[in-house]
């Protein structure tokens, strides 16, 4: 059977460079400074202390060096690909976050009195975020694919990753603080589906020890890893609200990352032979905990709750790394090189179920009226309701939401509620009696 092997297409030069010449158009006619960064926005009056630079960039800064340093040693345990995964990582990652940064834009910070994109440190951060969801995907197909096939894949992610974002976060109005479902899960069942088409049988038998590594890589990985073990809390709570909600979604992270990587230990010395421990489970499964808190990583889910996080994602996913992994490329023919299914798909599902948990019990007794904060479209959506104006005479930044109820406020055990309706050969749940109630970590 034939091996192909992948290298370096000479139409990269030209295609990376139409695509920059490109983007500095659309730069030149859309982009445009927001009111912090604009010298004619600022006055006499004007709080420098009240910039977002000051409060935004320490996490952008700590998001830069996940996305560069991070993301790319990370990929750098194949003894044949280590460049590749550095040199590559750093090309894709400096290319899309300027074609983030357009799509976000336009979607989200898009002036349509100007038909401008004003471009604030949040719009950086939120370009980063664009960004890792590319990278999780390169980290599915590292070894198969060439610069140029990564530039195309680059440019058709972020816009489906953009328009996924906008109807989550815009439409249905999801709380994602730390980007499990939306970054991380996105980011790996699109790279896992590419790696399904591009699979190739050559990949495995006479090449299979392209995939080994040797002392010096799994060093230089273990740096990635250490790195993102350190700046993931603030990746998850970069753009969460700030003061509370923030905090909280610092100290879930840092508490969830440390129960991850004891279980990740503990079971990778279980399933391997002579009590050993597996480079690749250190490597990725001790970040799972990370990853998979990130939904509820601003909510009230108690120290113990990102414990419990921590702790089952990180052994789930040593799990997958020993089993799941070469059972997806013997029956499904998806061949995983860095395992992103352990690492951000399966931590991203638990990500997502355990906000829509957090969120179904959240409740002023648990919240007080910062509830309607950590949770906006809890807020009325008439200004003159009772309870829109009690929020009001407590904070003035409160803004008519959505009105949609939180689990306490619905239906009540033993009232009226939703029925069981037979129609013969189907069964209907009745809600006419049920008032509008939502999940708001996640959407159904």
């Not at 009230?300 to 702790?311: D, E, L």
């Not at 104006?389 to 003035?396: A, D, E, G, Q, V």
Request: glycine share 10%.
């Amino acid at each position: 059977m034939a091996i192909y092997h992948t290298k370096m297409n000479p139409k990269l030069p030209v295609v990376a460079l139409v695509f920059e010449v490109v983007i500095l158009i659309l730069f030149a006619i859309f982009v445009r400074y927001d009111h912090d960064a604009d010298a004619k926005e600022q006055t006499n009056n004007t709080e420098a202390q009240k910039n977002e630079f000051y409060s935004r960039y320490p996490s952008f800064q700590d998001v830069h060096v996940m996305i560069f340093i991070g993301f790319g040693f990370l990929m750098t345990f194949l003894k044949r690909y280590s460049f590749s995964s550095v040199g590559f990582n750093f090309l894709i990652a400096a290319f899309g976050l300027q074609w983030a940064v357009l799509l976000q834009g336009w979607l989200h910070h898009f002036d349509s009195n100007t038909l401008t994109i004003h471009i604030g440190m949040e719009g950086m951060i939120n370009a980063d975020f664009c960004t890792a969801a590319v990278l999780i995907s390169f980290g599915a197909m590292l070894g198969k694919t060439s610069p140029l096939q990564l530039l195309v894949m680059t440019v058709l992610e972020e816009v489906f990753f953009a328009v996924n974002e906008h109807i989550a976060i815009s439409v249905l109005k999801v709380n994602d603080a730390g980007g499990s479902m939306v970054i991380h899960l996105f980011g790996a069942y699109f790279g896992l589906a590419v790696s399904r088409v591009m699979f190739r049988e050559g990949l495995h038998g006479e090449t299979h020890e392209k995939e080994g590594s040797v002392y010096h890589s799994d060093l230089f990985a273990m740096i990635g890893t250490i790195f993102l073990w350190m700046f993931w809390p603030s990746f998850n709570s970069a753009i969460a609200a700030h003061g509370d909600d923030q905090m909280r979604a610092a100290m879930n992270t840092y508490l969830s990352l440390a129960a991850s990587l004891v279980a990740t230990f503990a079971i990778s010395s279980l399933t391997c032979r002579e009590g050993k421990l597996d480079m690749v489970h250190i490597q990725n499964a001790s970040l799972a905990g990370g990853v998979a808190v990130g939904t509820c990583a601003d909510m009230m889910i108690n120290p113990y709750g990102a414990v419990i996080i921590g702790f089952c994602s990180g052994a789930i996913s040593t799990l997958g790394f020993k089993y799941l992994t070469p059972l997806l490329a013997s029956k499904l023919k998806v061949h995983d090189t860095c395992g992103v299914h352990n690492l951000h798909g399966i931590p991203g599902i638990l990500g997502g179920l355990s906000g829509a948990i957090a969120a179904a019990f959240a409740s002023e007794e648990v919240y007080g009226l910062s509830l309607y904060l950590t949770f906006p479209t809890l807020v009325p959506n008439d200004e003159n309701t009772p309870l829109f104006k009690r929020l009001h005479k407590w904070s003035k930044a409160i803004e008519p939401g959505q009105g949609r109820s939180p689990r306490g406020a619905g239906w009540v055990p033993g009232s009226a509620g939703p029925h069981l309706l037979d129609y013969g050969d189907r069964w209907w749940l009745d809600y006419r009696f049920l008032p509008q109630t939502y999940l708001v970590g996640a959407a159904f």
